[in-house]
Nanobody, 119 residues
Framework: QGQLVESGGGLVRAGGSLRLSCAAS????????MGWYRQAPGKQRELVATITTGGMTIYAASVKGRFTISRDNAKNAVDLQMNSLKPEDTAVYYCNAGVRSLSRTGDYWGQGTQVTVSS
């Protein structure tokens, strides 16, 4: 059974940085596009970034140039480096395995990690 475990969230001031990590079981990571999504209070979950097994990436316009998604296929891990954080980046961030398209997520989700950016 697939499992995703996120870590690295926390409280940071605007302009600061955080790095999120997601550890996945091999069965749901290997050969799969991985993604990070976020959900702010009162808002729908939205795509932040995705990365294919070959390393091709897609970013939401709101984070492009500030966030970097990466993966280590040998360790079954995907990270999200977040720089120049803004208060509007405050949300629960989720790792997703098996992203199908920009509008179709995969079947596996982590438990989420809270990111709070203070002004």
């Amino acid at each position: 059974q697939g499992q995703l475990v996120e870590s690295g969230g926390g409280l940071v001031r605007a302009g600061g940085s955080l790095r999120l990590s997601c550890a996945a079981s091999g069965t749901i990571f290997s050969g799969k596009t991985m993604g990070w999504y976020r959900q702010a209070p009162g808002k729908q979950r939205e795509l932040v970034a995705t990365i294919t097994t070959g390393g091709m990436t897609i970013y939401a316009a709101s984070v492009k140039g500030r966030f970097t998604i990466s993966r280590d296929n040998a360790k079954n891990a995907v990270d999200l480096q977040m720089n120049s954080l803004k208060p509007e980046d405050t949300a629960v961030y989720y790792c997703n395995a098996g992203v199908r398209s920009l509008s179709r997520t995969g079947d596996y989700w982590g438990q989420g990690t809270q990111v709070t950016v203070s002004s």
